[in-house]
């Protein structure tokens, strides 16, 4: 059974800085490139960063601020997140896709990232 659980979500202020984590768990993680993804209400789920075995690619309006990173010895998925904004705030999805076939993803359950003024 194939696992994703995002954690560290919460309440800051602006400024302020949150850490998520992904644990993977029912795939061979290595085989996977993972990504972050964000959903605030009453708008479409938008990349926030993701990583493969060797690259990184980020969302235009979290360039510089965020950094994503992995950890293949522990299944997971990190992303750190600096100098929040209100504009920030959304609940935050883990996702791992297959490198070899697109089709094959899976997504976390989420968690809710608010960013206060």
């Known amino acids: 059974q194939v696992q994703l659980v995002e954690s560290g979500g919460g309440l800051v202020q602006a400024g302020g800085s949150l850490r998520l984590s992904c644990a993977v768990s029912?795939?061979?993680?290595?085989?996977?490139?993972m990504g972050w993804y964000r959903q605030a209400p009453g708008k479409q789920r938008e990349l926030v960063a993701a990583v493969s075995s060797s690259n990184t690619n980020y969302g235009d309006s979290v360039k510089g601020r965020f950094t994503i990173s992995r950890d293949n010895a522990k299944n997971a998925v990190y992303l750190q997140m600096n100098s929040l904004e209100p504009e920030d705030t959304a609940v935050y999805y883990c996702?791992?896709?297959?490198?070899?076939?697109?089709?094959?993803?899976?997504w976390g359950q989420g968690t809710q990232v608010t960013v206060s003024s």
């Open positions: 029912g795939i061979s993680f290595s085989n996977y490139d």
């Open positions: 996702n791992a896709r297959w490198r070899y076939n697109s089709l094959y993803y899976y």
